[in-house]
Structures are given as structure tokens and as C-alpha cells.
């Protein structure tokens, strides 16, 4: 059984060092960190703090520390450790790019680093902190055109996308022109190159790009539509502005697109709009049309919606429930039935989370036969069933036992 050393106690590992001589200490050193990557980085991060340096030397001892610490991190990389070594990993990334932005690190070095990082970019889950360390590596103009070059030599879409950031960055017009036009699919593809030839000042080349984009981008028109959206208001054509906000508008059609866009016309240019965007419904989720129907003060086709909607769980945070709600009172035994799907087989035996999830549902089919309906025997007929079948699952008591005001009185 082990002994914990007390403060002050000067141990025999204590008196040998002070013993020792210099040769002795610095074998002692060597035998250590041996195939020790991390502690011979410690220890050059020790010594290098205490030990006087000339300035040549503190860059190398600088630039040292930072590809020991490289090879730490690549060590997980090469071997895709996600789960075992993934926020080891992430931690050394980290340390290494401040590093490489607050030390005087040797150039050879630094491109050393960019050389090696470069091929993990779009290939790792811990690709955010592999671009941060070899950003971090480059100190001017001359290293980032170093950087693009090493990305635009892999030819694989990521390090591509990267390589025309910084040609685009460095104000380099062919080499990000050549990058670009040489891969167009997506509708963001089409609005870098438009805001590209915008920010030139070439505003009638940016708008053709962008028209070009709408007809053939393949998703991702967002940020085209908003572009040309807004030139269109400028322009006085609101016409093509009104038909570009109504594509944005169906395009994910939501409570909050379909306000925004009324909110926009005119009741006269309502009138043109409504019935192509109550077309465009038939295309949405179903939990969706449900809360426009009632927005629109449709309730009878908003009850149908939710009478084919399955458990009311699934939709706790998407504000569907609280929809749900304003209709209890009109259509009692609809809310009701929804209610019910959440509770499942009251049968079965589940999880104590699961326990609490269903307490939740019913509690709110409590709240329809006791408050909304005015039927307190239905819940506890009801609610002395569920108690019985289970009588015999005490976390599943227990926990409709906090929640449920009556549940344990039943």
C-alpha cells in the first residue's frame, strides 16, 4: 500500500539529484523522454524558460517545441483515434496554432508544418483545428501563396475551397477565376463567384452570374435570391422583387417565412400570391402545414392534420404541442387522441427516462379530461388502469408519482 508525501518531506529520489552530477542529471534526461515525444516537449518547454538563450537559438528551440507538438497530434490523426483520442487531439491542435501565431517560429518550420497538416484538411473530424494550425502558420502574403499552392495540388474539393479563399484574399484574379469557373454546381458556388465580380465593382457581370445560378445551381439558392432580391428593390422592379421573395418564401415554407412574406405585400398583391403559396403547402412537412392552417384560421383542416400526426413527443421543441393546445377546446377528443399517442403501450416496460418522458403526456390527457372536458371520472377510470397494469414498476411510479398532482391518491 502506497504512501502520499507529506509537504516538505525530502525524499531519497530528492537527495540523488542533488547528488548527481551534470552528466548524470542530463543521461538521466535523455533516458526519459527517449521515444517520449510529449516529455521531451515538456522538458524543452521547461529549460527553454529558465535556461539563457541567444535569439537564434530561442527560434530554434521554439521551433522545436511546436513540431514535437505536431507529431503529437498527428499521431492521432494517421490513426483516426476519434473516439479514444479525439479531445487529446483537438487540445493539441489548439495549443499549436497560439503557438505558431504568439512564438518566432523558423520558416522552414512553419512550411514544414503545412506541408504535413494540408493533407488531413476534409479528411477528419477535427479538420476546423487542422485549418487553424496552418493559417496560424502563415505570417505573410508569401506564406499563404505557399499554403493555396499545397491545397490546390491535392485536388479534393475542401483544400480547393480553401485555396480559393485565400487566392481570392490575396486579390490573385486568375488563379480564383481559374478555381472557381472550374467547379459551378450549387447555388453557393454561383453567389461567391457573383459577389466576387460585386465587390470588383462589376455589378452587371455579378447579375448574370447570378441569374445563371438560379437556373442551374442545384440547392443553395438563398443567398442568390437575397442578392438579386435586393438589387431588383433598388432597381424599382418590384414585380421580379415580390416573385424572387415568394421563391425564398416556399422554398422551406414555414410559419415564419410565410408572415415575413405577407408582411411584404400589398393587400392587392396578396391577392396574386395566396393561392400559389397555399399550392406550395401540399409540399411541406405535415407538422408544418399543421401550425400554417391554424395561422390561417383554418381549423377544421389543422385538426385533420394532427389527427394523423404520430406521438406528440417527437415534436416538443418545434412548437407544435403549444399549437396543439389552442385547439383543446374546440376539438376536445382530437387533442385528446393526439395526447394519447405519446403514452404508447401502457403495458410495457421501458426505462426510467422514457417513464418520465410518458408522465409528461399524461399529465396533459389529465389536463383534457379534468379541466377542458369536465370529465375528472374518465381520468381517473383512465389513470387508475395505467396505475394497476404497472403496479409493479416502481420507477415508472415514481415517476409519474412527481408529476402527476393525484397520481399517488388514485
Known sequence: MGTSRSSGQVTSLDKLLAQADVDTLRGLAQHLYKDQPAVQRQCLDFLRQRVPLARKQLRDAAGEAVLLLWGEAESYLAEE??????EQAADLLSDLAERLVSERVPRLVRRSIIDEAVIYIGRTDLADGVC??????????????????RLEGLNRESPLEHARRIYRRLGDREKYLLLRTSNMVYGGDYYDLAMFYAEAGETDHAL???????????????????FLAEHALQ???????????????????????YQDFRRLCT????????????????????????????LRGEDERAVTIL???????????????TAAASLEKRFPEQVLAFYRKGLGDVTSAHERKEYADKAKVLLKMRHMWVEVMGQPMAWKQFGRHVKLVN????ALQEEFGRVIPDWNTL
Open 81 to 86: 483515434c476519434w473516439d479514444t483520442g479525439a
Open 132 to 149: 487553424d494550425v496552418v493559417y496560424a502558420a502563415c505570417c505573410n502574403d508569401e506564406d499563404l501563396r505557399y499554403l493555396a499552392e
Open 208 to 226: 448574370v452570374v447570378a441569374k445563371e445560378g438560379l437556373q442551374k445551381g442545384q440547392g443553395r439558392l438563398e443567398d442568390l435570391r437575397r
Open 235 to 257: 432597381a424599382g422592379d418590384r414585380d421580379t422583387y415580390l416573385d424572387l421573395q415568394f421563391q425564398q418564401a416556399i422554398d422551406r415554407l414555414t410559419v415564419q417565412s
Open 267 to 294: 393587400d392587392s398583391e396578396w391577392i396574386d400570391y395566396e393561392s400559389r403559396l397555399m399550392a406550395a403547402m401540399a409540399r411541406v412537412r405535415p407538422e408544418e402545414r399543421f401550425k400554417l392552417h391554424l
Open 307 to 321: 389527427s394523423a400526426l404520430p406521438d406528440p413527443r417527437w415534436y416538443d421543441d418545434s412548437g407544435l404541442l
Open 391 to 394: 403496479h409493479r414498476r416502481p
